[in-house]
């Protein structure tokens, strides 16, 4: 799978747009690109995922780059109970997939009032 | 209804002891994952299991011993106890039908502490 890029930290203001960068340049073709969270003392969250088209759910939007090399997570109205870490992992469709996910480091958000 | 759940959600334990986590699921999902988030925070893979067949086995100690009587539950065996397994073990779920997986759902986390 391939290797993703994520700021440490970002902050943003209650209800103002957060937008979290992910850079994944080695990401190849069968590989759909996807966003967790983890609020404090809480497992991980699913958010969103998408391949190459820009998604939106009820969460967030993902807006992919045309080359697939970086995408950006937006939160519309972020919320103090938006503030966590964000994960962008990048994982294989197909038969191959087992599933597995791996984590980086990933970024912590601070939506402040 | 809870979709994850672990039991217990606290383990405080003495170096040496053999301890089991159990995490159940019903969700009606085919796989089942363990997870450990140590105290940096780094999140790895462990195990998971698809419709009880062990598929992912990661460079675990053989001190940790996954078992998988049904579908719907993963439990974590782990021997002899040493201090660097303090950490909170998550246990996921998520169906891999089909080729997609698309969401793992993840139980509340079980904080394993090793004195």
């Known amino acids: ?113 | 209804d809870t979709a994850v759940s672990q039991t217990p959600k606290y383990l405080v334990t003495q170096m040496g002891n053999d301890k089991s986590i159990k995490c159940e699921q019903n969700l009606g999902h085919d796989t089942m994952y363990w997870y450990k988030q140590d105290s940096k925070k780094f999140l790895k893979i462990m195990f998971s299991y698809n419709n009880k067949e062990l598929i992912i086995n990661e460079t675990v100690p053989n001190r940790f011993s996954p078992k998988s009587p049904d579908k719907a539950h993963l439990n974590l065996h782990i021997n002899s106890l040493e201090l660097g397994d303090s950490a909170v073990y998550f246990c996921a779920s998520s169906s891999l039908a089909g080729g997609q997986g698309h969401e793992q759902f993840f139980g509340p986390g079980t904080r394993l502490t090793v004195l």
Not at chain 1, 87 to 105: A, E, M, P, W
């Open chain 1, 1 to 113: 799978d391939a290797k993703t890029t994520q700021p440490p930290s970002m902050d943003c203001a209650e209800g103002r747009a957060a937008n979290l960068p992910c850079n994944h340049s080695t990401i190849s073709g069968n590989e759909y690109v996807y966003w967790y969270r983890q609020i404090h003392s809480q497992g991980p969250q699913y958010i969103i995922h998408g391949l190459k088209n820009n998604e939106t759910n009820e969460m967030a939007s993902l807006i992919i780059t045309e080359d697939r090399k970086s995408s950006t997570l937006i939160l519309p109205h972020a919320t103090l109970r938006d503030t966590a870490v964000y994960y962008c992992i990048v994982r294989v469709h197909g038969s191959s997939n087992t599933g597995k996910l791996i984590f980086g480091q990933g970024t912590t958000l601070q939506v402040k009032p």
